[in-house]
């Protein structure tokens, strides 16, 4: 009660402007960071019941101190607003958890001769950018589709500066090749021109043009132009038959479906480009207790922060308090007018549908893995009777080859999934000798000796040797903590020659437990095997990536080692100038000669050494 007296006094002295206000718990931490137009009559509102939104009792019992910052107008508090959620990713605010990449394909029309590209940043400049497709597959595939039909380039800036010839691309017919002159600056731009059209959407208009064109050629005698722009709406015909959806219109909308199920939400965007659906975007469950507007108005603001292109109209499933604010936002974004719209009748209706379905269908698959991976902790918990249901797993590996970069990997899974920011890799200090046991006991006592929080079950690669080595590290520092090996069946066979060899059978793995002399087999809960397994394979896997890195390193060092005159220095300057070992090795006595600090000589001595080392 004195507490909260003592916020009521200070929100007294709070200004009557826009900003941002921070609220605090006991130990200081951000809990949650909102936006004001004014600032004193928003955060009053907390105390004096007007704020009726379902969270705000939860945020009333845990804000112990409030702090506010402010900024000249009410959109300026939005990007910060934005910026903080993002930095604290406090408890009750909305944080988008979306750690896939969106796929763009883009193209600089500034360029002489522009480039399509696949790219996975959008960056704030000049050049022109088309999707987001959902997956990398997608994207790769419509590049493909436009390359074909529209044969631009796609070699890098700096090869097509340095290529002496055109390359593979011009012989089988999907470039050609402005490198060499082939084709000249305005045939160059009408194809770009084609291209983007395709890109926005803008299909059938690019079909009479093109038909336009066929005409203009074959009335000059210019069959062979003719004939290629023949087959060019050929294509674009046949794409555009196959095309099932099409919505009509030809604005660029963005669609924000939204599934609610007691305080779980779940979120997915239809993007729709030039009337025709291009793909969706699903995002993590959010659980909070928060009303749909300022769900959705989080949402957007920080979906088109930093990452997605504004479309031209942004359809959302109601309206949001903070509309006006978050349309003038979106206009300095893309430079021209957006607009948010909440449909109740026609086609904008039937999107927002589809949308809000496809959320539903997402919350019921992403509802089902829960249970079903939760179903399998359970299994794993009583049928290896461990001491605790094994939310946190850590699995540990080793790779090296005869103890040479010899590496460890930990890789971290909660209620089943990968959490890739609490991975770690070691690189093994005290061998040079090929012992995986003694690796491994230097990997796990470097963990756990660091008295960071335990794990729920910790999982080593291997039989019962690692299991052992495990098991010495945890007395060795006195720690308590379940902990299991997973091996592989190996079975013993005898070769034609009498000799024993030991064969690894793929499917079979078995879990070996502490005082207990015979594996357990889980083939019969698939599920429950299935997590052990993905969780060793990604350790496999992060050890084996870490090992592969250190040892190209070292390669491209030792041979770089044996020519005089390339210290660490000029090492360093080649692997940065070409961006890997294997490019350096690759790099031709042109390309050696043009890196700074090398010179003439010396870059024939290189290009010689690398030579004979091939
Ligand atoms: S032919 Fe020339 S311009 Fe075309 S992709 Fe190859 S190098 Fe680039």
Redesign the pocket.
């Known amino acids: 009660m004195e507490e909260n007296n003592a916020l009521k006094d200070k929100i007294g002295s709070f200004p009557r402007s826009p900003g941002v206000y921070l609220m605090k718990d006991s130990a200081r931490k951000i809990i949650y960071v909102g936006k004001a137009n004014d600032l004193k009559s928003r955060v009053a509102s907390y105390f004096t019941g007007k704020d009726t939104r379902p969270m705000a009792p939860f945020l009333m019992a845990r804000v112990h101190d409030i702090e506010f910052i402010n900024t000249v107008t009410e959109k300026e508090a939005l990007i910060l607003e934005n910026n903080l959620i993002k930095r604290h990713r406090p408890r009750y605010n909305v944080t988008l958890r979306d750690d896939k990449t969106y796929y763009h394909l883009s193209l600089d029309p500034t360029e002489k001769f522009p480039r399509l590209q696949l790219v996975r940043k959008r960056f704030n400049d000049a050049a022109l950018y088309f999707g987001p497709y959902p997956s990398g597959l997608a994207a790769k595939e419509t590049l493909r589709f436009v390359l074909q039909v529209f044969p631009l380039?796609?070699?890098r800036n700096r090869?097509?500066k340095l290529?002496p010839r055109?390359?593979l691309?011009?012989q089988i017919g999907r470039?050609l090749?402005?490198?060499?002159g082939l084709i000249d600056e305005e045939a160059y731009k009408k194809l770009t021109q084609s291209a983007v059209s395709f890109l926005q959407g803008r299909r059938r208009e690019l079909i009479s043009e093109l038909k336009k064109q066929m005409d203009e050629a074959s009335g000059e005698l210019n069959y062979e132009e003719a004939a290629r722009l023949r087959d060019r709406i050929g294509a674009l015909e046949h794409a555009l038959e196959k095309q099932h959806v099409d919505w009509g219109g030809t604005k660029d909308q963005d669609v924000i479906g939204l599934y609610a199920q007691d305080d779980h939400y779940q979120l997915c965007i239809l993007f729709v480009r030039g009337g025709k659906l291009l793909g969706s975007k699903s995002f993590a469950p959010v659980k909070i207790k928060m009303d749909m507007a300022e769900i959705v108005s989080s949402c957007l603001t920080q979906f088109y922060d930093d990452k997605a292109i504004v479309p031209d109209e942004i359809i959302i499933p109601c309206h949001l308090p903070d509309e006006e604010v978050i349309i003038e936002w979106l206009a300095e974004k893309k430079n021209k007018k957006v607009a948010l719209t909440v449909p109740s009748i026609g086609t904008k209706n039937a999107l927002l549908d589809m949308a809000n379905d496809n959320a539903r269908n997402l919350w019921e698959a992403a509802h089902k893995k829960e249970e079903q991976k939760s179903a399998a902790l359970l299994i794993l918990y009583e049928k290896l009777s461990l001491s605790r249901l094994p939310r946190r797993m850590e699995c540990y590996d080793i790779s090296n080859i005869s103890g040479k970069h010899a590496v460890g990997s930990m890789v971290v899974f909660q209620d089943g999934e990968p959490d890739k920011n609490s991975y770690r890799r070691y690189r093994i200090k005290a061998l040079s000798e090929p012992d995986d046991y003694a690796m491994m006991y230097e990997v796990l006592s470097r963990r756990f000796a660091r008295g960071e929080s335990l794990p729920d079950l910790v999982v080593v690669d291997g039989g019962k040797g690692q299991l052992g080595v495990a098991l010495l590290v945890l007395k060795d520092l006195k720690i308590k903590v379940d902990v299991i090996g997973l091996a592989k069946e190996e079975r013993a066979m005898i070769s034609g020659k009498g000799i024993i060899k030991k064969k690894v059978a793929k499917s079979e793995d078995r879990v070996y437990l502490p005082g207990r002399k015979d594996a357990v087999y889980l083939s019969a809960w698939p599920h429950a095997l299935r997590i052990l397994q993905q969780v060793r394979d990604e350790a496999h896997r992060f050890a084996l990536s870490y090992h592969h890195q250190l040892k190209q390193k070292d390669d491209m060092g030792s041979i770089l080692d044996d020519i005089a005159d390339v210290g660490q220095e000029r090492r360093k300057i080649l692997l940065k100038h070409f961006g890997s070992s294997k490019r350096v090795r690759e790099a031709s006595l042109d390309d050696l000669q043009k890196v700074p600090g090398i010179g003439k000589s010396l870059a024939e001595k290189i290009y010689n050494h690398l030579k004979s080392e091939k």
């Open positions: 380039r796609s070699c090869d097509f290529r055109p390359c691309e011009y470039c090749a402005p490198c060499k």
